[in-house]
């Protein structure tokens, strides 16, 4: 067995999670390597989905009784350990969403419907860059269609990294709000926030960090990032799908308005005009994602218990032998950086003139799981010459072993395919 410094206890924690104890596919065993797509859940996480549906089922803030007093004391009890787990300076200013798509648009639309001085109209520029997953490109074209503000962005390297030699250029006066991927989810590259940041704030532009690659992995601190919003989503994280997180400067999310209305967001109701709850129900308009936010909550403890660093140390020893191991395999591209310290757990790549479908399809009878496709972030593969590509990541769990498992697998491929 392969050994490499700084790994987690896989065999550990491996028990925790009770689907990749599945044999599929005539006795194999299944190797998931689809982490970036959607991690697996620990039994932890489920227990807390069961103990709330089974004896705190009700809904939050207006009921007087046991269990909505109960089901309010766990929903916002997820809220504290999410500030916690992000280092936000308020829990006011955590608001749960039910995927970082709906983060993404939520500021998108606040600025949308925003008075000065955050109004975004024909006279101002929205910057995003070319390696966005489609959530983070598709919400500033329909605001830039509305408004008729400019769309911009940061080109690629050949390499896989952000171009930032015009940041001058592309970060302008005119610029008012700066949302960018922190971690790429197709390429793996991790951006230099710092940079573009400071040039943001030079202009004074908003900035938007797409954490929903990086929050699973590795310490998460908005105050440290100086973003003035930071997304991220619950299911990558071991939680549950359905629960996403925006969290927003305290004064930001006073002054912007809201975008969905309706219960819960409103502090008075007439029937010529109403006044909104301050932040953060002021955004959770309706009946919010409780049970989803509890599942979210026990995940953060979860992640806790095992540490962040540790499991940031983990990922990098596994991303490297990966990286290492996969360019072993003739034909082999990795599209994206090749050096481990610099990049996350997921790694894309194509295989000679096999088409990534091909390629997974394979892969999955012999039970490896991947992703294959453009993983939501067309521009990067269009940018590369690419049809699409196969993408292999990994979590906490991920162990050598399954890297070899791939690795032989791919070379089942080859055979395959002659």
Known sequence: MTQLPGLLDTEAIRKDFPALDRVIHDGKKLVYLDNAATSQKPRQVLDA??????????????????????????????????????????????????????????VANMLGWADDPYKVDEHTEIVITEMEHHS???????????TGAKLKWFGLTDDGRLDLSNIEEVITEKTKIVSFV??????????????????????????????????????????????????????????????????????????????????????????????????????????PPIAQAVGLGAAVDYLNSIGMENIARHEQAITEYAVKRLLEVPDLKIIGPVTAEDRGAAISFTLGDIHPHDVGQVLDEQGIAVRVGHHCARPVCLRYGIPATTRASFYLYSTPAEVDALVEGLEHVRNFFG
């Open 182 to 287: 922190l971690v790429s989810n197709i390429l793996g590259t991790h951006n230099p926030v710092e940079a573009i940041v400071r040039r943001a704030q030079e202009v004074g532009a908003l900035v938007l960090i797409d954490a929903s690659q990086a929050a699973p992995h590795m310490p998460l601190d908005v105050q440290a990032l100086q973003a003035d919003f930071v997304a991220f989503t619950g299911h990558k994280m071991c939680g549950p799908t359905g629960i996403g997180v925006l969290w927003g400067r305290q004064e930001l999310l006073e002054d912007l308005p809201p975008f969905l209305g309706g219960g819960e967001m409103i502090e008075t109701v007439s029937m010529s005009s109403s006044t909104y709850a301050p932040a953060p129900h002021k955004f959770e308009a309706g009946t």
């Open 49 to 106: 989905l069961t103990e709330y549906y089974e004896r705190h089922n009700a809904n939050v803030h207006r009921g007087v009784h046991v269990l909505a007093e109960e089901a309010t004391a766990l929903y916002e009890g997820a809220r504290d350990k999410v500030a916690e787990f992000i280092n936000a300076p308020s829990r006011d200013e955590v608001i749960f969403t039910k995927n970082a798509s709906e983060s993404l648009n939520l």
């Open 136 to 146: 983070n490109i598709v919400p500033w074209q329909l605001l830039s269609q509305r």
